[in-house]
């Protein structure tokens, strides 16, 4: 299948700097792009949807100033933690949306990028 | 809105015993589901999904029906091993490419 791309796979930083996290799609184009957020065995709650050359989506709740998203191209979408406190230590996954053709009509599926685990000191 | 409901973990099987995880879901419409699987340290991967009621999807042994009569879709694997204990989740997508509502998740250990 599709494979999704995240990097770093762990970032360790001081309190008040920023961390970006990439997400790239290695073998097609994402127009659409998905960050989720996820505390120790809890589930993933969706933080934004990521639009290529367009603004992002926040969901409700999540500081769009504090969380910078950018989709510039169709491979990759940023997530950069700005000024990043202990709170915002978590592990940051992404998806990217992946719609092939097939004979019944388009297919989509959401591929997974392995994760990035960002602890803030 | 939507949501899902998943049985609670952790659940803990010797190897070769038959594994049932429950996951009930609400929604308005008539969404695809899906069970995706996440191994310690690492993302998500999707184990099987089903668009349409009465589908089932299968993958590696592991099998789920999509019950539109009891908004059901419980995974399933007979004979479960030591390298399937991982997090599953349960999840719903109401339109495609619509976000995935995912279920709490539950920790599942296989011991030998």
């Known amino acids: 299948g599709a494979v999704v791309s995240q990097h770093p796979s762990w970032v360790i930083c001081k309190s008040g700097t920023s961390v970006k996290i990439e997400c790239r799609s290695l073998?097609?184009?994402?127009?659409?792009m998905f960050w989720y957020r996820q505390f120790p065995k809890q589930s993933l709650m969706l933080m934004a949807t990521s639009n290529e050359g367009s603004k992002a989506t926040y969901e409700q709740g999540v500081e769009k100033d504090k969380f910078l998203i950018n989709h510039a191209s169709l491979t990759l979408s940023t997530l950069t933690v700005t000024s990043a406190h202990p709170e915002d230590s978590s592990f940051y996954i992404c998806?990217?949306?992946?719609?092939?053709?097939?004979?019944?009509?388009?297919?989509?599926?959401?591929?997974f990028g392995p994760g990035t685990r960002l602890l803030v000191l | 809105g939507n949501s899902v409901t998943q049985m609670e973990g952790p659940v803990t099987l010797s190897e070769e015993a038959f594994l049932t995880i429950n996951c009930t879901y609400t929604?308005?419409?008539?969404?695809?589901l899906f069970w995706y699987v996440q191994y310690p340290g690492e993302g998500l991967q999707l184990l099987l999904k089903?668009?349409?009621?009465?589908d089932k999807g299968s993958n590696k042994g592991f099998e789920a029906t999509y019950r539109k009569e009891t908004t059901s879709f419980h995974l399933e694997k007979g004979s479960v091993q030591v390298s399937d204990s991982a997090v599953y989740f349960c999840?719903?997508?109401?339109?495609?490419?619509?976000?995935?509502?995912f279920g709490e998740g539950t920790q599942l250990t296989v011991n030998p």
């Open positions: 929604a308005t419409g008539y969404p695809s």
């Open positions: 073998d097609f184009q994402a127009t659409t």
């Open positions: 999840a719903l997508q109401e339109t495609s490419g619509s976000r995935l509502t």
């Open positions: 089903a668009t349409k009621a009465d």
């Open positions: 998806s990217a949306r992946d719609v092939g053709v097939t004979s019944g009509g388009p297919l989509e599926t959401q591929y």
